[in-house]
Each structure stands twice: as structure tokens, then as C-alpha cells.
């Protein structure tokens, strides 16, 4: 799907959800947890932050995170089996997108208005040339990351 069709996908999902809430994981929580750990933090905090409390959540995966506030079931490959899973999917996608962005401004060099997150040639030839920002993640290893794209 296009950037601009889950652009106007989400704005479509917000006019219409009841509510949503946005949890992101840092470069930190992501080096302390890794990045299953972390996502599964993230999932928690945005339950946890919705205006009403849910009765039930569905969580793409296979995990349930831990302390969520209601029940959960765990749905493998949920945003291709469930309307909700794949509404969230999207909308966390374009925040996502957002978030890289503004991150761009403040680091141009690392071209992450064009990435969005994801591996590339050139977003590997800038780690080598000027390390890592303080966005970046300790525990990220950019030959195993040169093999990834190769």
C-alpha cells in the first residue's frame, strides 16, 4: 500500500475509532530489550493509554505483552485476518512515518525521511560515515545490517 493511501487510510480510521493511542519504543528501551521486548512495551503503554479501558485486546504476533489492562489473544499474521489489527497496523505506520520525518530535520545525513525505519544502502553508508546519532541503537551492528540488504 502507498504512503499516501495509509495517509488517507488513517485519517479515515481517526474520524471514525472510538479511540487511539500511540506508544513509541527509544533507541534505549530498544538496546535494553530488544526490539520484540521493546514493541511489546510499546503495545502495552498504548493500550494502557487509550481513553476507555478495553474489555479485550487483539495483538498482532504471537506474544501477549505483559501487564496489559484487559485480556488479549495473540493473532499470527492479525493484520491480514482482522479489521482492527490491520486499522492499528496502519495508523501506527503513518505516525511512524511521521516521527521519522521530524527526526529527519534534526538529522538530515541519515536520510530518514526516506527509510521510514527500514534497512538501505545509503542509510548504512551514513552510519559508517558519521556513526551513530543519539537516535540510534547501541546494539545495531552495521555489517550485519550490510548483509541484510546484500
Known sequence: MSAERREE??????DKALGVAIAFASAREIDAFN??????????????????????????????????????RAVVGGD???????AASIVA???????????HA??????????????????????ERWGPSPLHRRSFRVKALEEEID
Open 9 to 14: 487510510l488513517s485519517r479515515s480510521i481517526l
Open 35 to 72: 526490539i520484540r521486548g521493546a514493541t511489546l512495551r510499546a503495545m502495552a503503554r498504548a493500550v494502557g493509554a487509550l481513553a476507555l479501558r478495553p474489555d479485550f485486546a487483539l495483538i498482532d504476533g504471537r506474544d501477549i505483552p505483559d501487564g496489559l489492562c484487559c485480556q488479549a
Open 80 to 86: 491480514g485476518l482482522s479489521l482492527s489489527i490491520a
Open 93 to 103: 505506520k503513518v505516525a511512524r512515518d511521521a516521527l521519522m520525518t521530524r527526526l
Open 106 to 127: 534534526h538529522y538530515p545525513e541519515y536520510g530518514f525521511d526516506s527509510h521510514v525505519g527500514y534497512a538501505t544502502r545509503r542509510h548504512v553508508e551514513a552510519l
